[in-house]
C-alpha cells in the first residue's frame, strides 16, 4: 500500500494541480552574506604591567623578526594550590570496522570538500592543481574562468548539497612581465569557460568534476562574486597602506613562569645563572 499510493494520488491531479518541483534542492548558490566590512585600524596594543615577582634567573633572545625581543624569566614559587595529578590513561579500545552507511558518510564528504591550488592570469584564466581524494591522484588544468573570484569562500551550495571549499591562489598581470617570462609559462590559448585537463585522466569524470562544480558556482553567482571580491581588495589595500605608514615598533615580550611544588627548579638552591638575573 506504501508504494501504491503516490502513484495513484499523482493520478487525480489535473495538470494546474500538480505539485512544483523542489527548486530548492536543484539550487546551486552561495549561502553567505558576501558583504567585507569597511577597514579600521586597529587598536593600540595595552601595555600589561607585570606584578612585583622575585626572580631568580631570566635570558633574553632576540626573535626572527629583529624587532622584538623574547625575555623568559623564572620567578619565585607558586603560591597557588598545586596541579590535580594526571588523569588515569583510558584504556583503548579495539577500533571498530566501519559500517556501509559510515563508509558511504566518509566518502561523501571527501567529494564534498574541494581544496584547490591556483594561479589566475589576469583575472581570465586560471591554472589550477588538486588533489583527489579517493585515489590520490594529482591533477592539473587550464580554465577559462576565474576561479579567485571564490577566494574568501569556505564554501557553497550545488545543486542543493553543502560543499566546503579552501583555495590558495595567486594573480598574475601578464601585462608586467616580459616575453620570455610569459612564453615560458605557457599560457595556452582557451576559450571561455573551457576546461583543459593537463595532468591526470582527462576521461575519467572525477578530473573534471571539481571544476565543473567551481564553473557552476561561479556562472550563478558571478555577480555577487564580483562586488565581494572588489570589497575585498579594497579592504586589503587600505590595511597595507595602514601598515607601510604605521610599521611595527620595536617591543620587548616578557613571560614569567613561576614553579609549582615539586619543580625541579626548586630542588636546585644554585641555579644556572644567565644574562639579565636581577
Same mark, same amino acid.
Given at each position: 500500500m506504501f508504494l501504491v %499510493? &503516490?502513484?495513484?494520488a499523482?493520478?487525480?491531479?489535473? $495538470?494546474?494541480? *500538480?505539485p512544483a518541483p523542489d527548486l530548492e534542492a536543484a539550487r546551486t548558490y552561495i549561502p553567505e552574506v558576501l558583504e567585507f566590512p569597511e577597514f579600521s585600524p #586597529? %587598536? &593600540?596594543l595595552v601595555v600589561k604591567v607585570l606584578p612585583q615577582v622575585r626572580i631568580e634567573a631570566s635570558v633574553t633572545v632576540p626573535a626572527k623578526n629583529s624587532r622584538t625581543t623574547i625575555t623568559i624569566q623564572r620567578g619565585e614559587a607558586s603560591t597557588v594550590p598545586d596541579l590535580p595529578p594526571p588523569a588515569k590513561p583510558v584504556p583503548s579500545e579495539q577500533p571498530q570496522e566501519l559500517t556501509l552507511d559510515q563508509i558511504a558518510e566518509i566518502k561523501w564528504q571527501r567529494q564534498h570538500s574541494l581544496s584547490l591550488g591556483a594561479t589566475v592570469f589576469n583575472h581570465k584564466i586560471s591554472q589550477v592543481q588538486w588533489t583527489d581524494q579517493e585515489t590520490g591522484r594529482s591533477y592539473q588544468a587550464w580554465c577559462g574562468f576565474d576561479v579567485s573570484l571564490l577566494a574568501g569562500l569556505g564554501g557553497f551550495v550545488h545543486k542543493g548539497e553543502d560543499y566546503q571549499f579552501f583555495?590558495?591562489?595567486?594573480?598574475v598581470e601578464t601585462e608586467k612581465l616580459d616575453k620570455a617570462t610569459i612564453k615560458e609559462l605557457g599560457i595556452p590559448e582557451i576559450t571561455s569557460g573551457q576546461i583543459l585537463i593537463t595532468q591526470g585522466n582527462a576521461t575519467d569524470p572525477a578530473a573534471t568534476a571539481p571544476l565543473r562544480v567551481i564553473q557552476d558556482v561561479i556562472t550563478a553567482d *558571478? $555577480? #555577487?562574486l564580483l562586488t565581494y571580491q572588489e570589497a575585498r581588495e579594497k579592504y586589503q589595500q587600505k590595511c597595507a597602506e595602514w601598515h607601510k605608514a604605521h610599521p611595527p615598533v620595536p617591543r620587548d615580550e616578557t613571560f614569567i613562569f613561576r614553579p609549582h611544588r615539586g619543580s625541579r627548579y626548586l630542588a636546585n638552591s644554585k641555579p644556572e645563572q644567565k644574562g639579565g638575573i636581577r
Open positions: %499510493a &503516490p502513484t495513484i499523482s493520478l487525480v491531479f489535473s $495538470q494546474d494541480e *500538480k #586597529r %587598536a &593600540p583555495l590558495m591562489h595567486s594573480s *558571478k $555577480q #555577487r
